[in-house]
């Protein structure tokens, strides 16, 4: 009875220190982050369990999402870590960054991920599907953490400050704004009110005075993400007409106009805000350069059963066994896979024009003049 106890507990001990080492590593002789701190705001790319408690059919908090994740379901949409989870690995943090609604046991000076699947840029996008938070709600969300902060610094504001312009902040919104909002005419009328232009320009200008608001609140190092080529996605080519062609273009060709504009945004604010640095990854031309040694990937087809709208999966439902042989989980999300491609070529450039001006690597190790 006694020897079957201790087995149990050595099993036991076994298991957490195998689930530790899973993490990212954990030992403590590991070097310290390069950035004490990463703030996320962005949508069901970075979501990480946002939306959990949401009356919102835009949430992944059941199988088969998670099943390769070491902590199972959360709320990420993919089969295993998702963008922020491995750029976090590459900043060497300890931890995975806790989601705004469930920071409970871990240390929210080391940031926080505001994401909520379904949001965007503009306060209505993904309302069709239920709640979501949006790019100014997760923005008031971090006024909210950084009140906190303060008061763990006795509330030296000058403390505060100096210790937010150290962090990372990324920002991974827009895709929703089309998929969500533009090209959703029964719901929305943006598509009749405004030119693909007049919309991609719309979008530049809120996000702009959001990113304003950013530093306001102490941000020195931006990371922004352009919009994927979404009319390339299982969810638009089975919803939209392709006229023949391997995507939908006219939803590729109205997101590039957004892409071009976010290009000139970063300029924009990286002339008028001399101490801080803003870089843009460009998710399109990521996904459109692929590098030649890759092999065969899969990325007409999704991992995961997927439901009559071609975007979540099925609860419970089948799934692929070679996951790494695939580029989407689901409908719309990457698989772990496709995400750690992602991550690895925004953290360091493996072409030109994947990030501008330059990589997050760049980013985080440059000395601005705070
Ligand atoms: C993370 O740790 C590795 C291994 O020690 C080191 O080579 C790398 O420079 C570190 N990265 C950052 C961003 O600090
Ligand atoms: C606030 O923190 C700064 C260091 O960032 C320090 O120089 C200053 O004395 C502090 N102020 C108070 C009132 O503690
Ligand atoms: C990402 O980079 C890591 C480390 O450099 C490498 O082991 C991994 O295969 C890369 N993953 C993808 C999907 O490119
Ligand atoms: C990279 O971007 C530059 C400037 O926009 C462009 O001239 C060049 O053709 C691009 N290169 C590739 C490989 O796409």
New binding site residues.
């Given amino acids: 009875m006694k020897s079957h106890i201790w087995y149990l507990i050595v099993v036991y001990v076994l298991v957490l220190s195998l689930e530790g080492k899973s993490m990212v590593s954990g030992e403590p002789q590991v070097p310290c982050a390069q950035v004490p701190c990463y703030f996320t705001f962005g949508d069901s790319l970075s979501d990480n369990g946002n939306n959990n408690n949401l009356a919102t059919r835009a949430k992944a908090n059941y199988r088969p999402y998670g099943i390769d994740f070491p902590g199972g379901t959360t709320g990420r949409f993919s089969n295993g870590r998702n963008l922020v989870d491995f750029i976090a690995e590459k900043l060497n943090f300890s931890n995975y960054i806790p989601p705004f609604m469930n920071t409970r046991g871990f240390n929210i000076a080391q940031g926080v991920n505001y994401a909520s699947g379904g949001a965007g840029i503009r306060f209505q996008t993904g309302r069709a599907l239920g709640q979501v938070i949006s790019m100014g709600e997760q923005l008031r969300n971090h006024n909210i953490i950084i009140r906190q902060i303060r008061r763990s610094m006795?509330n030296?504001n000058?403390?505060t400050m100096?210790y937010l312009k150290q962090c990372l902040y990324m920002v991974e919104i827009g895709s929703n704004d089309y998929l969500n909002n533009y090209y959703v005419p029964s719901f929305y009328s943006t598509s009749r009110r405004f030119s693909t232009q007049e919309y991609a320009t719309r979008l530049i200008n809120q996000l702009s005075l959001q990113l304003e608001d950013l530093i306001a609140k102490g941000a020195r190092k931006v990371a922004t993400f352009g919009v994927g080529l979404l009319g390339c996605t299982l969810y638009a080519r089975a919803t939209f007409e392709t006229n023949g062609s391997p995507c939908v273009n006219d939803i590729n060709d109205a997101i590039q106009l957004f892409n071009i504009g976010l290009k000139s945004l970063i300029d924009k604010l990286n002339s008028r805000y001399k101490n801080a640095k803003f870089i843009m990854i460009d998710v399109a031309q990521i996904s459109t350069v692929q590098p030649p040694n890759q092999g065969q990937i899969i990325s007409d087809a999704p991992c995961c059963e997927v439901q009559y709208d071609n975007v979540q999966c099925v609860p419970f439902g089948r799934v692929c066994d070679n996951r790494d042989g695939y580029l989407f989980y689901d409908g719309v999300h990457p698989t772990e896979f496709g995400f750690e491609g992602l991550a690895n070529r925004s953290f360091i450039a493996q072409f030109p024009n994947d990030t501008y001006p330059c990589d997050i690597q760049q980013l985080v190790q440059l000395k601005l003049p705070y």
């Fill in positions: 006795r030296n000058s403390a100096a």
